[in-house]
């Protein structure tokens, strides 16, 4: 059932950029500061958190040559170049094709990439190993799409066609993706119905959104096509007229369900809009102020700050319980995850004498903030999210 807020344009373009998802999550911030929300925040804790961001990313990085927090380097786990193998079986593409099918099979794979759950692995037939979580999901999705499972075209298997999309199926995504009762993956319907959607985006094939690109263009616009485009893919939930809003929920401690109380995040989104700029910037056309986009709310980010010690549940009881994304304590989580990330990163760069421009956030996020929340979790039990989530396979 469709959640209807009473809203002009005006209001619909400002919550799908990402100054309303910073400015929205700073009044959840200044709320917890004054003891009003779920979470209580140590910033003593600041520098040791820092202090150990900084040390993983040196560990990752030692030449602080750091890639861009993306799909990409999910595809290269275990060693494996899969991103050099993809360029040549494309290589025959000309310029703008090849970006097109980078752009299919990345959206594919990132719409496929919610969390996985703690029982699912993948078995990577050709080198024999075992995969999990992000780096399991994306092998996988590498694979299926490069088997053609995306395109009716089987002399042309490396795109995506509109007409597959829409007829894809649990079987399929089961098949693709080992599933069986002894190796279960969360949310399977809701991911198959995000493919399915998916064919009633972009005419044609997904890739077909470069011909709205421009040639220069703010990481915030490029944001702005991926929601516009690829809204309506998501499940219904708070609507202004006819525009899904996506990835934005209504918070009781800002109203009772207004256009204020309303808090977006778009992690999908942006997880996806980061992972275009690679293929974008390899056509030739140029993407910038990538500080304009947040850090992405979801629990590798999230659980590095209650790992870490910088925020704290005040009700521990709290940790046992399962928890649906709409809640307000996933939603107080998630906002401070945005405004936290701001902060550490900010002050890594203090650390490594970066300036903005060297090292933007996104570079953060992969040196950086996402590993070591995953660090923390492996110590914690076994890698889960410190807070259960009730996930159907479209936000987290």
Known sequence: MKNNIVGTKEDIEYLL????????????????KKGETSFDYHPEKLEETVALVE??????????????HSRWGHFNAGGVDRNAEFNGLISHLDQDEQCKSKLDLVIVSVLLDAGAGDNWTYLEEKTGQTFSRS???AIASYHMFCRGDFSSDTSNPYRCDNSKLESFSVDLLKDGFQVSDDNPLEGLEGRVNLIKELS?????RPGNILDKVDQSLKASDLLKIVLKNFGNIWPGRTYIGDTNLGDVWSYSKLGSNSLHSLVPFHKLSQWLTYSMIEPISE?????????SMTGLPE?????????SGLISLKDNS???EEHLPSSDLIIEWRALTICLLDIISDELRKKLNKSEEEFPLVKALEGGTWWTGRRL?????????????????TVF
């Open 283 to 291: 056509s030739g056309r140029k993407v910038t102020e990538l500080n």
């Open 377 to 393: 979790a492996q110590k914690r039990d076994g890698g889960g999210p410190p807070l259960k989530l009730k996930s159907d396979g």
């Open 318 to 320: 709290l940790i046992n």
């Open 299 to 307: 629990y590798r980010n999230g659980g590095l700050l209650l790992d």
């Open 135 to 137: 780096e399991g999901l």
């Open 200 to 204: 009633h985006s972009v005419e044609g």
């Open 17 to 32: 950029d990402p100054r309303a998802i910073r400015d929205r999550a700073a009044l959840i911030f200044e709320l917890t």
């Open 55 to 68: 040390k993983v990313t040196r560990e990752n990085y030692p030449d602080l040559d750091i890639p861009f």
